[in-house]
């Protein structure tokens, strides 16, 4: 049965094998990009539920529209990168969870982001638009599915993926519980490094400060009681990630400088 499974994933791989990044990299996809978005948009549903029930979402109006006017004006950037994701139903979703430092995007753009970040790294919108942008970044550059196709081929088969559900309490299977767990899976970091490059600039880009990419980082380094936040056990840290951002910053300042309104995506609430 095992090697049945292994033979059946070889020749997926060879059928929908490699892709490419936006920064040239070679990707695992053993999940095309339609069908990640189509999975997590279920996947989102059943992630949110919980809150949803407990009345924990988009539930801090101020929180809520100083979230939503970041990520409008960095969406807007976002497509004008990348102009199909236009078709995307982007979303984002604040959740009240103070304890939690963490947030997350699966693929076509549907996000979340805990209160725990903003209050316990006192984030500036710059350093608001950094988090935002890098997990924009992943959406744009397919992370998700790259990070369902590890999943699924890590657990050979719906099979297991299926125990998988089990544990986590999830009433989804397959691909949709792929897509579920996906966003509790680390990034690699080449992942990480393509999404630093492309958030800091979707930031730049739509008016914000892209210095703030360093203090972020520098502020997430240090958050944290017992451990280090949710957020850097699914985004590691890439090689050198300070030095890189703050070479990316003298090309990006100019950006940043533009005089003039910067265009917004508007999300529905
Ligand atoms: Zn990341």
Redesign the pocket.
């Known amino acids: 049965m095992k090697r049945h499974h292994l033979i059946l994933l070889v020749c997926l791989a060879l059928i929908v094998g490699c892709a490419t990044s936006p920064t040239g990299r070679r990707q695992l996809m053993l999940v095309s990009e339609d069908s990640a978005i189509n999975a997590s948009k279920q996947a989102y549903v059943e992630m949110l539920k919980p809150y949803e029930q407990k009345g924990k979402i988009d539930n801090n109006p101020a929180l809520k529209d100083r979230v939503y006017r970041i990520t409008g004006r960095l969406i807007a950037q976002a497509i004008k990168m990348r102009p199909d994701t236009r078709d995307w139903e982007w979303s984002m979703k604040v959740i009240d969870d103070p304890k939690t430092v963490n947030a997350w995007a699966m693929a076509g753009g549907k996000m979340a982001v805990y209160s725990g970040l903003v209050i316990q790294l006192k984030a500036t919108d710059d350093e608001l638009a950094q988090v935002l942008g890098?997990?924009i970044a992943?959406a744009l550059a397919n992370h998700s599915a790259e990070k369902m196709s590890v999943a699924m081929a890590s657990t050979i088969g719906v099979a297991a993926v299926g125990i998988a559900a089990d544990r986590k309490g999830l009433a989804l299977t397959g691909a949709a519980l792929a897509a579920a767990l996906a966003v509790q899976r680390p990034?690699s970091r080449a992942?990480?490094s393509e999404?630093d490059r492309i958030g800091i600039e979707l930031a730049a880009k739509a008016g914000y400060d892209p210095r703030a990419a360093i203090t972020l980082w520098q502020k997430m380094a240090k958050v944290g009681g017992k451990g280090p936040p949710e957020f850097l056990s699914?985004?590691p840290s890439p090689e050198n990630r300070e030095k890189k951002l703050a070479e990316f910053v003298p090309q990006m300042m100019p950006y940043y400088e533009q005089k003039g309104k910067r265009p917004t995506y508007r999300l529905s609430g």
């Open positions: 890098h997990e992943h990034n992942a990480e999404a699914t985004h």
